[in-house]
Antibody
Framework: EVQLLESGGGLVQPGGSRRLSCAAS????????MSWVRQAPGKGLEWVSS????????YYADSVKGRFTISRDNSKNTLTLQMNSLRSEDTAVYYC???????????WGQGTLVTVSS | EIVMTQSPATLSVSPGERATLSCRAS??????LAWYQKKPGQAPRLLIY???TRATGIPARFSGSGSGTEFTLTISSLQSEDFAVYFC??????????FGQGTKLEIK
């Protein structure tokens, strides 16, 4: 069974940093692209970032480009999102998702809440 | 960026009835479209990919159709557990992946 478990959320001040992790199990992690998707309170789903299998190419939404960094450790089956220069509009539940290219995001974690507030 | 627009924003339907949700893309996404179900406090759940293929374990009452710019998610006979928010997503032209704003399916 595929399991994705996010951690690292919490309260952070504007301008601060936070590192989110996603522990993956139940599938061959290194064979799949992975993504982060967020949902702000009362809002819809917003794609944040993705990382590919080959060469670990990375992709970002314009809203986070230059501030967030996605990475993966295939030896530890872990996906990471380093978030810097956080803003109030980054407040959201952050989900990691397994990207079944051409088939959507077929597995999701339960999410971790990041609140950016003073 | 491809903009995804869902309608209606809220749909009120009685249990046992049929629900039809719409999703429109600002330009063609071929059949590279997925539908997700989202309940409060839960992870999103993939229902449909490729515009019309049910994901693993998804009941047959869920069906998807469409191609190009117009898509539909139909739930043939609503069960109590189907009342949720539904999102469409295109993955034809990315980055960015883009989602619709969601349709809330509520009990009438």
């Amino acid at each position: 069974e595929v399991q994705l478990l996010e951690s690292g959320g919490g309260l952070v001040q504007p301008g601060g940093s936070r590192r989110l992790s996603c522990a993956a199990s139940g599938f061959i992690f290194r064979n799949f692209a992975m993504s982060w998707v967020r949902q702000a309170p009362g809002k819809g789903l917003e794609w944040v970032s993705s990382i590919s299998v080959i060469d670990s190419n990375t992709y970002y939404a314009d809203s986070v480009k230059g501030r967030f960094t996605i990475s993966r450790d295939n030896s530890k089956n872990t996906l990471t999102l380093q978030m810097n220069s956080l803003r109030s509009e980054d407040t959201a539940v952050y989900y990691c998702a397994k990207d079944q290219l051409g088939m959507g995001f077929d597995s999701w974690g339960q999410g971790t809440l990041v609140t950016v507030s003073s | 960026e491809i903009v995804m627009t869902q309608s209606p924003a809220t749909l009120s339907v009685s249990p046992g009835e049929r629900a039809t949700l719409s999703c429109r893309a600002s330009r063609s996404v071929s059949t590279n479209l997925a539908w997700y179900q989202k309940k409060p406090g839960q992870a999103p759940r993939l229902l449909i990919y490729g515009a019309s293929t049910r994901a693993t374990g998804i009941p047959a009452r869920f069906s998807g159709s469409g191609s190009g710019t117009e898509f539909t998610l139909t739930i043939s006979s609503l069960q109590s557990e189907d009342f949720a928010v539904y999102f469409c997503q295109q993955y034809n032209n990315w980055p960015p992946y883009t989602f619709g704003q969601g349709t809330k399916l509520e009990i009438k």
